[in-house]
């Protein structure tokens, strides 16, 4: 698998070395009644030496039955001692330490677990620092020109007005699936939103499945189809967006009934970025969380105390919201390796960090955007163990393979590696590419594998992006700050194209199966029409099965019956009938003939 071949290449790579210290595993001997008391290894947040732990931070001990530890005896240096209590995660083995009380800014903290009681190896003491923190940098005061959206409309759903979406090529050799964007909408002069934003599903015809609005200035990002023991559930991040490109809100994830099911909060007192919601199935979430901090910028053109937002990312047990894992980019991550220039007054932003993939129990894939480079990184240590791009690659980059400002970066199955190459802000290239890299462990090379290109228009994206394998060889791209979405075939031909308006973006974009069964009920609406017709509005937000409606009508609601029926045409059915009955109702049907669900009645 390329996550151990990564390390063991970079074990010698020269220019490579990590920004901290090696950090020695926690093993511990099997609590007694285990078998043979074997080692157990725990991984540990904050890491030993972290500069820039959250004041609320909790100690994570993550691998192993927490009767496994002995008492645990936490002090800052300013704040003395800290009790608290140890709580069990419930999705993976492991506990963390919750203090009764935060710590100060700026103190380090010892923390020690007694050896007699645990059974340690070697008794376990280390040490982080608190961040100081600083505020959230301004937004700059940059105009942005939006065009008027073109929205959606529906008699039977008034309150869903979601933007246009344009299919401008859908040929043969598709994957099966619908389309999944995150419909986000600039602010026009008024601040109000161009247009309805949120969660939105659509088929490849552009016909609208699924939408989910939310209200004022509230965004969704990420939002896709990922699986939760076992069952197939709709994940999005939620929350307000700064201009610089980060954001603060939450995960969410709902069943196929559209029910939530859970938030996620983030934890330590951070609150998750937009940039990733990544969700296991036996119940964890990796999210991102930026945090402003100071820090010594000295090596960069700084000053020794001057701010810095790091790129956290954090696993944290769905279930009881505990944190299991926290990596710092800062302190793993030499800040030369950035390609963003210190200015003074401005908050540094070194890292940017976009997309996690787990690779391993031990190892995940961190993609950086602003030092151009992806780490493998060991989640026991903290330790980098392989780059591929930026200034000090385990990897050298042949012809064409050099990206800048990616996204989405993923390891596949064949050991090729895929992600969004931006390319832009500021320009360094002249067209964005979903771009997949080969790599020759023997050699030591990285070679573009497959390139896909948006000709028409040709386009330069300034941020965002996506680049997703589906089952049958495709390719589905999303190409972020510019609102396209395209699928190409194994060998680059392009199948299916589209885009929403003007103004209108998503972060990424994804092709999925779906099957979405309502807890609602159907919605119908009904007006006169000339001649003495009536016409029945008939849809249902986030129904997959529909077929066929029916139309029902009487004198009351418990007398109605069937006048018309009518195959489902696109998210609203129009549906002309005759009746003089005051109460009219509709019944869904799916292509078997099973009833799914009835409306409730209307009068014309």
Same mark, same amino acid.
């Given at each position: ?7 063991? %290449?970079?074990a ?7 920004? %901290? ?9 099997g609590?007694?009644?285990?078998a ?14 972290t500069?820039?732990?959250s004041?609320?931070? &909790? ?16 002090i =800052?240096s ?7 209590r ?5 999705a993976?083995? *492991?506990?963390s ?5 935060p710590f100060l ?14 059974g ?20 700059? !005061? ?6 008027? $959206?073109?929205?959606q409309s529906f008699r ?16 043969? #050799? ?24 949120g969660?939105?599903i659509f088929?490849?015809?552009g ?10 200035? /509230? ?11 076992g ?6 991040w ?12 939450e ?14 909060? #983030? ?29 010594d910028?000295?090596?960069?053109? #700084? $000053? ?9 990312i ?6 009881t919201g ?10 793993h991550v ?9 200015? !003074? ?22 993609s950086?955007r602003? /030092?151009?480079a ?10 980098? +163990? *392989?780059?591929? *791009? *930026?200034?000090?690659s ?7 393979a ?7 970066? &993923? +390891?596949?199955p ?7 190459d931006?390319?832009a ?6 067209q964005? !590419?979903g771009l997949?890299?080969g790599?020759?462990?023997s ?7 497959h390139?896909?290109?948006?000709? $028409? ?5 300034g941020?965002?992006?996506?680049? &997703? ?10 190409w ?14 392009l199948?299916f194209?589209?885009h ?5 973006q998503?972060?990424?974009a ?5 099957? =979405?069964r309502?807890?609602?009920h ?8 000339? =001649?003495?017709? /009536? ?14 409606? &029916?139309v029902?009508?009487?004198?009351d ?27 009219? %109702? ?8 099973t009833?799914l #669900? ?7």
């Amino acid at each position: 698998m390329l996550a151990s071949l990564l390390a063991l %290449a970079a074990a010698s790579a020269a220019g490579a070395a990590d920004g %901290a210290g090696d950090v020695q595993p926690f093993a511990v001997r099997g609590p007694s009644g285990t078998a043979a008391q074997q080692p157990i290894t725990f991984a540990l947040s904050p890491q030993p030496d972290t500069p820039d732990a959250s004041p609320r931070t &909790q100690i994570s001990f993550l691998g192993g039955p927490p009767r496994a530890l002995g008492p645990i005896t936490v002090i =800052g240096s300013r704040s003395g001692q800290h009790p608290g209590r140890l709580r069990s995660y419930v999705a993976a083995p *492991g506990a963390s330490f919750v203090p009764n009380r935060p710590f100060l800014p700026g103190e380090t903290v010892r923390v020690r677990v007694d050896a007699k009681a645990g059974g340690l190896s070697t008794p376990l003491s280390f040490r982080f620092t608190v961040a100081q923190r600083s505020p959230f940098p301004a937004p700059p !005061r940059t105009a942005v020109t939006v065009g008027r $959206s073109r929205t959606q409309s529906f008699r039977s759903q008034p309150a869903l007005h979601p933007p246009d979406v344009f299919v401008t090529k859908n040929v043969a #050799g598709t994957a099966p699936g619908d389309i999944f964007v995150g419909a986000l909408s600039h602010l026009g002069p008024s601040g109000n939103a161009v247009s309805q934003q949120g969660p939105m599903i659509f088929d490849s015809r552009g016909g609208l499945v699924y939408f989910h609005p939310l209200r004022g200035r /509230t965004k969704a990002e990420n939002f896709r189809v990922q699986n939760l023991h076992g069952a197939p559930v709709l994940t999005w991040w939620q929350g307000r967006i700064n201009p610089l490109g980060f954001g603060q809100g939450e995960g969410l994830i709902y069943d196929s009934s559209y029910r939530l099911l859970a938030r996620v909060p #983030g934890g330590n007192g951070e609150r998750p970025d937009l940039h990733e919601f990544l969700v296991t199935p036996g119940g964890t979430a990796w999210v991102t969380s930026y945090v402003p901090v100071r820090a010594d910028l000295r090596s960069v053109g #700084g $000053s020794v105390n001057a701010p810095l937002l790091d790129s956290i990312i954090q696993e944290i047990d769905i279930k009881t919201g505990l944190v299991m894992y926290e990596w710092h980019p800062l302190g793993h991550v030499p800040l030369r390796e950035t390609h963003t220039s210190f200015q !003074r007054g401005v908050s540094f932003n070194p890292f940017h960090v976009n997309s996690v993939q787990v690779l391993g129990p031990d190892t995940i894939l961190v993609s950086a955007r602003n /030092t151009w480079a992806i780490y493998e990184v060991s989640v026991t240590t903290g330790r980098v +163990l *392989g780059r591929l *791009g *930026g200034k000090h690659s385990t990897f050298r980059l042949l012809s064409g393979a050099r990206f800048a400002w990616q996204h989405d970066a &993923q +390891l596949r199955p064949d050991g090729t590696v895929s992600m969004f190459d931006d390319e832009a802000s500021p320009v360094v290239g002249r067209q964005s !590419r979903g771009l997949v890299l080969g790599i020759d462990i023997s050699s030591r090379v990285a070679a573009v594998a497959h390139q896909y290109l948006h000709a $028409s228009p040709p386009l330069l994206t300034g941020s965002q992006g996506s680049v &997703q394998n589906l089952p049958n060889g495709n390719e589905f791209v999303g190409w972020g700050g510019e609102p396209y979405f395209s699928e190409y075939a194994p060998d680059g031909g392009l199948l299916f194209d589209g885009h929403l308006p003007r103004g209108v973006q998503s972060y990424r974009a994804f092709r999925f199966p779906w099957v =979405g069964r309502p807890g609602d009920h159907p919605s119908v609406a009904a007006r006169s029409a000339a =001649g003495g017709r /009536t016409v029945v509005y008939a849809s249902w937000n986030g129904a997959t099965e529909v077929a066929r409606w &029916q139309v029902l009508a009487g004198p009351d609601p418990l007398t109605l019956t069937p006048i018309a029926a009518a195959p489902r045409r696109g998210f609203e059915t129009a549906i002309d009938v005759q009746t003089t009955q005051p109460l009219l %109702a509709v019944r869904a049907f799916d292509s078997s003939g099973t009833d799914l #669900g009835t409306s409730v009645a209307v009068r014309r």
